[in-house]
C-alpha cells in the first residue's frame, strides 16, 4: 500500500484532515495533540514562525510532524518552553510513514528538534533519506516509578528532607488545598506567588491559563496552594493523566521562604497524587536543578536532533563545521 504525504500551512487545515486522529481520545501524550500544537502557535511567539505540518498516512496509520518555519529553507520543533517531550505524533506504529516525511521535505536546508526522549527513529529515518543528523543533549528530564503507597515512596527520600519538612510543618502550620478543577481564587492566588518568587516572568500567562482549564475540565489538574495565615505562600501546577503525572509549575514566595514552604507542599502533592491517582510514572519536567534529585529516582537525557539536507546549498556551512568536529553521524551508505 503506497503511503500518502501533505504537507500543511495551517493547523486548521491538520485540524480537517486528521478530524479527531489529534484529539485527546486518540492521542494519550499531552504534547502529541492538535490543540497544544495551536495553543503553543497562539501564546508562544510563533509571530513570523509559519507553521509547517508534514503528515504520512497509509492504511489506518498515520503519522505528523509538526514544525514551523524559521526562514525559506529552515525550520525547527513547533515547540516552546512548556513543551517538556516532543516527537513524531503517530497513529498506529510504522515507521515507514517517518521516512516518507523526511523524503517530503528536502526543499528544506535544516530542521532542529528538541526536547526529544526517543530520537532514534527520527534519526533513522532522515539518515536513510539523505539528510545528515546530529545529537547532542538539550536538557534532562527527572523521572520516577512510585510505589502504591506513599510512606514507602516517603521513607525513601532522603533523611534531611523528611527531617526538614516535618520540623518546619509544625511550625509553618500551612493550609494546604489541592484542586482538582479549575478554580478562579486558586489561579489568582497562584499568580501572586509567582510574583513574589524567584521565578522569572511567566512566558505567556494566557497559554496557562487555557492549559489549565482545559485539563482541569478533563479532570487532569492537579493545582495545589498552601497559604500562611490566609495568605498564598506556595503552588504547584501538575498534569495526571493516563498513568503519568508531570510536575509543571512550582513557586514560593522569597518572603515565606524560612519555614520551607515548597516542600512542604511537595510532601503534600506527591501523597494526594500516589494515593488518590496511583501514577505509573512521575516526572519534574526539565531542567538539572539539583532539588530533583531528593524526590525522584534518576534523570534521563532529552536531546537536540540537528537535521542537514547537504542537497540544500543553505546547509551546506553548518554542516562543514559539524563535518571539521566529527560530530555528523554517517549513514551505513556513506
Same mark, same amino acid.
Given at each position: 500500500?503506497?503511503?500518502?504525504?501533505?504537507l500543511?500551512?495551517?493547523?486548521?487545515?491538520?485540524?480537517?484532515?486528521?478530524?479527531?486522529?489529534?484529539?485527546?481520545?486518540?492521542?494519550?501524550?499531552?504534547?502529541?495533540?492538535?490543540?497544544?500544537?495551536?495553543?503553543?502557535?497562539?501564546?508562544?511567539?510563533?509571530?513570523?514562525?509559519?507553521?509547517?505540518?508534514?503528515?504520512?498516512?497509509?492504511?489506518?496509520?498515520?503519522?505528523?510532524?509538526?514544525?514551523?518555519?524559521?526562514?525559506?529553507?529552515?525550520?525547527?520543533?513547533? &515547540?516552546?518552553?512548556?513543551? *517538556?517531550?516532543?516527537?513524531?505524533? +503517530? /497513529? %498506529?506504529?510504522?515507521?515507514? !510513514?517517518?521516512?516518507? =516525511?523526511?523524503?517530503?521535505?528536502?526543499?528544506l536546508?535544516?530542521?532542529?528538534?528538541?526536547?526529544?526522549?526517543?530520537?532514534?527513529?527520527v534519526?533513522?529515518?532522515?539518515?536513510?533519506?539523505?539528510?545528515?543528523?546530529v545529537r547532542?543533549?538539550?536538557?534532562?528530564?527527572?523521572?520516577?516509578?512510585?510505589?502504591?503507597?506513599?510512606?514507602?515512596?516517603?521513607? &525513601?527520600?532522603?533523611?534531611? *528532607?523528611?527531617?526538614?519538612?516535618? +520540623? /518546619? %510543618?509544625?511550625?509553618?502550620? !500551612?493550609?494546604?488545598? =489541592?484542586?482538582?478543577?479549575?478554580?478562579?481564587?486558586?489561579?489568582?492566588?497562584y499568580?501572586?506567588?509567582?510574583?513574589?518568587?524567584?521565578?522569572?516572568?511567566?512566558?505567556?500567562?494566557d497559554?496557562?491559563?487555557?492549559?489549565?482549564?482545559?485539563?482541569?475540565?478533563?479532570?487532569?489538574?492537579?493545582?495545589?496552594?498552601?497559604?500562611?495565615?490566609?495568605?498564598?505562600?506556595?503552588?504547584q501546577?501538575?498534569?495526571?493523566?493516563?498513568g503519568?503525572?508531570?510536575?509543571?509549575?512550582?513557586?514560593?514566595?522569597?518572603?515565606?521562604?524560612?519555614?520551607?514552604?515548597?516542600?512542604?507542599?511537595?510532601?503534600?502533592?506527591?501523597?494526594?497524587?500516589?494515593?488518590?491517582?496511583?501514577?505509573?510514572?512521575?516526572?519534574?519536567?526539565?531542567?538539572?536543578?539539583?532539588?530533583?534529585?531528593?524526590?525522584?529516582?534518576?534523570?534521563?537525557?532529552?536531546?537536540?536532533?540537528?537535521?542537514?539536507?547537504?542537497?540544500?546549498?543553505?546547509?551546506?556551512?553548518?554542516?562543514?563545521?559539524?563535518?571539521?568536529?566529527?560530530?555528523?553521524?554517517?549513514?551505513?551508505s556513506?
Amino acid at each position: 500500500m503506497t503511503v500518502n504525504v501533505k504537507l500543511f500551512d495551517s493547523l486548521a487545515d491538520v485540524a480537517i484532515d486528521a478530524g479527531g486522529e489529534l484529539d485527546r481520545a486518540q492521542q494519550p501524550s499531552l504534547y502529541n495533540r492538535l490543540e497544544w500544537f495551536e495553543r503553543t502557535a497562539n501564546h508562544c511567539g510563533m509571530a513570523g514562525k509559519p507553521p509547517l505540518v508534514a503528515r504520512a498516512r497509509r492504511g489506518d496509520t498515520a503519522a505528523w510532524l509538526f514544525l514551523c518555519r524559521t526562514g525559506k529553507r529552515h525550520a525547527e520543533a513547533l &515547540a516552546s518552553w512548556y513543551t *517538556l517531550a516532543f516527537d513524531i505524533v +503517530r /497513529k %498506529g506504529q510504522d515507521d515507514g !510513514l517517518v521516512s516518507a =516525511i523526511a523524503r517530503e521535505l528536502k526543499q528544506l536546508a535544516t530542521i532542529t528538534i528538541a526536547p526529544i526522549a526517543n530520537p532514534e527513529s527520527v534519526e533513522q529515518a532522515f539518515t536513510a533519506a539523505g539528510w545528515k543528523v546530529v545529537r547532542t543533549v538539550a536538557t534532562e528530564n527527572w523521572e520516577l516509578r512510585p510505589p502504591s503507597e506513599f510512606e514507602t515512596f516517603w521513607n &525513601a527520600r532522603p533523611g534531611k *528532607l523528611r527531617s526538614t519538612v516535618k +520540623r /518546619k %510543618g509544625k511550625k509553618a502550620n !500551612l493550609e494546604i488545598n =489541592i484542586h482538582r478543577a479549575f478554580d478562579e481564587q486558586a489561579w489568582k492566588d497562584y499568580q501572586a506567588i509567582y510574583a513574589q518568587s524567584w521565578k522569572p516572568n511567566e512566558g505567556s500567562w494566557d497559554f496557562m491559563r487555557e492549559f489549565a482549564e482545559t485539563e482541569g475540565e478533563a479532570g487532569a489538574l492537579r493545582l495545589g496552594v498552601a497559604y500562611k495565615e490566609g495568605e498564598p505562600v506556595a503552588a504547584q501546577l501538575w498534569h495526571v493523566e493516563n498513568g503519568h503525572a508531570t510536575i509543571h509549575k512550582l513557586a514560593y514566595c522569597e518572603d515565606a521562604k524560612s519555614y520551607s514552604p515548597g516542600s512542604i507542599l511537595s510532601e503534600a502533592m506527591f501523597r494526594h497524587v500516589i494515593e488518590q491517582d496511583a501514577p505509573e510514572i512521575i516526572d519534574y519536567g526539565t531542567g538539572s536543578e539539583r532539588y530533583k534529585a531528593d524526590w525522584m529516582d534518576a534523570p534521563r537525557p532529552l536531546y537536540r536532533l540537528q537535521l542537514y539536507n547537504p542537497r540544500q546549498p543553505a546547509a551546506w556551512l553548518a554542516l562543514l563545521r559539524h563535518k571539521f568536529s566529527g560530530l555528523v553521524r554517517r549513514s551505513p551508505s556513506d
